[in-house]
């Protein structure tokens, strides 16, 4: 947050400041979204819907399962208010005070409070380059302990747009303790390269309770919508904590979102989701050969996870140079936690490849003023 105010204050100044923290798509919400959204407000659907979401939306998430060969039944899926409003109602749900929740170190900050909104608190597991910065089973044992409930994994994740390899997650599904639960954040599911080794965790067990947005392949972040998978037992739990906290998720959004499934709105995520991953793998080749190395080369998502210790200073001073000296804004690892985030800087490709080429040639510049320092 830093970043992005000095970001505005030099852009006040006059400064082009190229913007490769932005976590969101920089695109338009896709026509027959649009279309649909002014269709609801013309009829007048803007009451409160049930608590889990119109039913035709939730069929329609289903369907999108069920076209990816996963069974998914719409009473398993519950709308919520982004996943930000899902991981709030998964944290009501699974956790009570004093209990440990397990994630990422790197992964999304925002995981722990939503842990210790409810008095719960999050055990950080390392993962490095070597395991492409997700955990294995080995990892999650060696930090088990009594008060674990459960485990938050995001496949493709952020900061580092890697995915849980199939065995992983098939040896996390078999293997974790059987009152343990297994969340995973598929917010970037979608936003994959071509051949993917599974499109959702479900495809590979039936296991884990699936996290997910419109915000990132559906492009519609501001419009506040997502959904949760769950195993039938949570339904009711879940259902009644939505209706106490949310009332419902937005009413206009769930019936533009009834569109994003539309062949026409597809074909456009699916052209969004190529020059995503052009861009990620532009800037990838152009940050390996600075020396700014990407060690686990991205799955999914838009972001791109760079070891700038060749630069020769932490990443903290890296970004804020950066920033100072050559108008580039980029998030440095210490906002995904604390395992080597000194090495490690987040840029996201939520910009065109005119911006990626401009961005590489500033870079070449920094790494020589920076080395020479
Ligand atoms: C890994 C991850 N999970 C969850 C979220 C929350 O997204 P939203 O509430 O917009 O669906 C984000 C947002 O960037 C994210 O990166």
């Not at 070597?130 to 496949?155: C, H, I, N, Y």
């Not at 630069?311 to 580039?328: C, D, K, T, Y």
Request: glycine content about 8%; proline content about 6%.
């Amino acid at each position: 947050m830093e970043l992005l105010e000095r970001a505005h204050e030099l852009e006040a100044q006059g400064f082009d400041v190229l913007h490769m923290e932005v976590g969101e798509p920089d695109f338009p919400v896709a026509a027959p979204i649009i279309e649909a959204a002014k269709v609801a407000l013309q009829r007048g659907l803007t009451q409160y819907t049930s608590a889990t979401g119109l039913p035709e939306l939730r069929s329609a998430v289903a369907d999108y399962y069920n076209k990816l060969g996963v069974k998914v039944r719409a009473e398993q899926v519950v709308i919520t208010s982004g996943a930000s409003g899902g991981l709030m109602l998964l944290a009501a749900a699974l956790l009570n005070p004093g209990d440990l929740l397990q994630v990422t170190d790197p992964g999304y900050p925002c995981n722990d409070v939503f842990a210790e909104a409810v008095g719960a608190s999050v055990v950080r597991v390392p993962v490095s380059a070597q395991t492409a910065f997700q955990p294995t089973l080995k990892d999650l044992q060696a930090r088990w302990s009594e008060k674990v409930r459960g485990v938050l994994l995001a496949s493709p994740a952020n900061p580092t747009g890697t995915m849980i390899a199939r065995s992983a997650m098939e040896e996390l599904c078999a293997g974790l303790p059987d009152d343990a639960f297994l969340i995973v954040d598929e917010i970037y599911q979608g936003l994959v390269g071509e051949q993917p080794e599974y499109r959702t965790a479900l495809s590979v067990s039936s296991r884990p309770i699936i996290l997910q947005s419109f915000s990132k392949y559906f492009g519609m972040t501001g419009w506040r919508l997502g959904w949760l998978v769950l195993p039938d037992e949570l339904v009711d739990g879940v259902r009644r904590l939505a209706q106490n906290l949310f009332i419902c998720p937005p009413t206009v959004s769930q019936y533009a979102a009834l569109a994003a499934f539309s062949p026409g709105a597809m074909e456009e995520h699916e052209r969004r989701r190529r020059i995503f991953r052009e861009r990620t793998l532009r800037l990838a080749e152009g940050l390996n050969a600075l020396g700014l190395t990407v060690p686990a080369l991205p799955d999914g998502a838009f972001y791109l996870y760079s070891d700038v210790s060749a630069a020769g200073l932490p990443a903290s001073a890296f970004s804020r140079r950066l920033l100072e000296e050559f108008h580039i804004a980029a998030t440095p690892g210490l906002d995904f936690g604390e395992y080597q985030n000194e090495r490690f800087v987040r840029f996201a490709c939520t910009v065109d490849l005119g911006v990626i080429d401009e961005v590489l040639s500033r870079l070449k510049a920094a790494v020589s003023r920076f080395q020479a320092s």
